[in-house]
């Protein structure tokens, strides 16, 4: 079992795992009751520069646009229940391929129609994520969501970022009540 991290906690990669070079990150959650309504979460990821925006819109990887134009970040697909044990979503990176203008990758897990359901992660249970190194499957640091997050709609599970030439990765649990279109303006991408 890999670090424990707490809110705001992180990990140094090259001291916990230094000859790792692909990365799995792993999403899961699990719907508490609900009124019948499908449940359906979707991780992405977006590729932040230094100045915290994208550089265009390939640079957010989700559902509908699974690989990044370079290749360093593949989305595994999208699972509509979340049910069952284990991850439910996850994303691939490739570390020596993501670009040297790319400082920071964010992984945002997003309520899809939660306006419309009437549906927000406070209702979802056992959130989690999880870094694992993809060539051996060992996890190396792993953040379980606790926080009540009744209106958040989007939650920031947990970013990889560059620190003094070597790769970190850090728990966060931000949420938004904006859904995923707060979270794409936040990064510059229009996404009505």
């Not at 360093?72 to 691939?92: A, F, P, Q, V, W």
């Not at 707060?182 to 009505?192: D, E, F, L, P, T």
Request: proline share 1%; net charge negative; aromatic share 8%.
């Amino acid at each position: 079992m890999g670090v424990s991290l707490s809110k705001g906690g992180n990990v140094s990669l090259s001291k916990e795992a230094p000859s790792m070079k692909n990365v799995l990150i792993g999403l899961g959650w699990d719907a508490r009751a609900t009124d019948g309504q499908d449940f359906d979460l979707d991780a992405s990821a977006f590729l932040l520069t230094a100045n915290g925006k994208v550089r265009g819109d390939a640079d957010f990887i989700f559902y509908n646009n699974l690989k990044s134009a370079d290749g360093s970040i593949m989305h595994t697909g999208d699972n509509r229940t979340g049910e069952g044990d284990g991850d439910d979503e996850s994303l691939k990176i490739k570390l020596d391929q993501i670009p040297a203008d790319v400082d920071k990758v964010v992984f945002v897990v997003t309520i899809h129609d939660a306006q419309t359901r009437r549906q927000s992660f406070g209702q979802v249970s056992g959130a989690f994520i999880r870094l694992v190194n993809d060539d051996t499957q060992v996890e190396v640091a792993r953040y379980d969501l606790t926080e009540d997050a009744s209106t958040e709609t989007a939650m920031l599970f947990g970013e990889l970022y560059r620190h003094n030439a070597e790769w970190k990765f850090r728990a966060v649990g931000q949420g938004y009540a904006g859904g995923l279109a707060s979270v794409c303006a936040q990064y510059g991408i229009n996404a009505a």
